[in-house]
DNA sequence: CTGCCGCAATGATCCATATCAACAATACGC
DNA sequence: GCGTATTGTTGATATGGATCATTGCGGCAG
């Protein structure tokens, strides 16, 4: 009931240019394979799985979820970006996670969603009728453990984020946003610091980064460039960032001194 | 995989001063029988289940789970409150949910526990170690499938409360969480507006309150003379709130106007 | 009944971050 | 490649809620 997947499963060597053969699926080449979800999956599971798949792509900005709205799919992300979000009538809103190759999206909802969802980037994804993942879960218990298992890990990640936007300062938000964001681009599943000049890549505008972290845009921009000052991160440019003493980073973001 | 438990379970009359039979569980006179996961488990899976529970009682201030220490048991409440919550190195707290008859505490773990839990008030609760449920769940689909469906209502819950602590204001925090209780205690399932008049009974100091809704003690106590002067509220004592005017308490919370 | 103790309410002041306002850099259409 | 639009940065000011301080209240031991 635990093991959130393997973290070298994200290096695999993905079979390439393979002729398709009849039974195979379109998943043999699928980015997100040895991801998430589809990991936990047998070749042969995945191909009955592959059948209740509709594939599909979106551009920037396309919504794939509003809320409110009745709760009809679920989404497996193989290439980009999604962001999830709730928003108050007068226009604030709050981005309540990103979603990326491998992740799953939909667990987070009832009868109607309860929130939306739309592109940062060009995305990919496999969408599945809820009717049929679950018919499909009668066969393969594999697949409902393996969904309870993501929905686990994502209530850890939803409790370190309440404790984020709740008590800490913006630099502190920051500091931990930075380090969240490079252990999940490392997949590195244990929570070790990423190593000193980490490189990260950062499709999210300053507003997303905002709206993440329950702070203003000029209040990311000013703490950004906080951090650089004091030699904590380099900024080589908007959608790059540098680690460069990530255990000063830690030590910011767990309110320690 | 939806139908978050029958809201009229709550009223379901109990049997009471039964003559205990070899067969019986000690579930039949527990107050969350009809409650969460115990609800979704017939008497004979119960059976089995409640064999592997171990039953326990707790004081005031008790910790029951400490976070950074191994993930060994899930809890279910039978009775009682429970507070979950994350800690800074300098103290500062946040309460990230309570638990409270019928809930099911530990489905946001790992490895190692991210949260710790503590008793509000005397707590009762069946105690189940995971190896021993995971074993049960290879028996009873039902088990796992209900456990995927509280960690989805779980995460619906989450997503309401980091709107809440990201975006929204003092005044906005309390007015929702007052609704939010009242929903919880008459477990009236819709999202339906409580009566006018709703009396709600609140173990919670405000110090619970704080920590949960990501605010201090004196804006708390603020915030209520505010709602209490406006009379969206009645005050009779600390633990004691009446809803005089829910759907003005409504629109605050949402931020209408 | 009285005095103590812990919690809650209220008031005074301060500060972190929002808001408002230029300005700079980058991306983008033609 | 040029000009315009969009996004990001930095500065000045305002403010909601934190912090610090005082007072009030309710429970409880003696």
């Not at 505008?205 to 991160?233: C, F, M, P, Q, W």
């Amino acid at each position: 009931m635990s093991s959130h997947g393997k973290a070298a499963a994200v290096y695999h060597p993905l079979a390439i240019n393979l002729a398709a053969s009849s039974s195979a699926t379109p998943c043999e080449n699928c980015g997100a394979r040895h991801l998430g979800l589809c990991d936990a999956l047998s070749d042969e599971e995945l191909a009955f799985f592959s059948r209740a798949a509709h594939r599909m792509s979106l551009p920037v900005g396309k919504l794939l979820l509003e809320e409110g709205e009745p709760a009809q799919h679920f989404y497996n992300v193989n290439a980009g970006t999604v962001r999830l979000f709730k928003t108050l009538q007068d226009g604030r809103r709050q981005i309540t996670g990103f979603a990326s190759a491998g992740h799953f999206i939909g667990l987070a909802s009832s009868e109607l969603n309860v929130i939306s969802a739309e592109a940062v980037e060009p995305v990919r994804l496999c969408r599945f009728s809820r009717a049929g993942l679950q018919a499909l879960s009668e066969d393969y218990p594999a697949l409902e453990r393996k969904l309870l298992s993501l929905a686990m890990h994502e209530l850890v990640l939803n409790q370190e984020q309440m404790l984020l936007l709740g008590r800490k300062t913006a630099l502190e938000r920051i500091a931990s946003f930075l380090l969240a964001w490079a252990r999940r681009q490392e997949a590195c599943a244990t929570g070790k610091l990423p190593k000193p000049n980490t490189r990260l890549s950062l499709a999210l505008s300053r507003s997303d980064l905002a709206d993440y972290l329950g702070v203003t845009i000029e209040t990311v921009s000013r703490s950004l460039s906080h951090l650089k000052n004091d030699g904590l991160i380099e900024i080589p440019n908007t959608h790059e960032i540098i680690l460069r003493r990530p255990q000063a980073l830690e030590n910011i973001a767990e309110g320690a001194g």
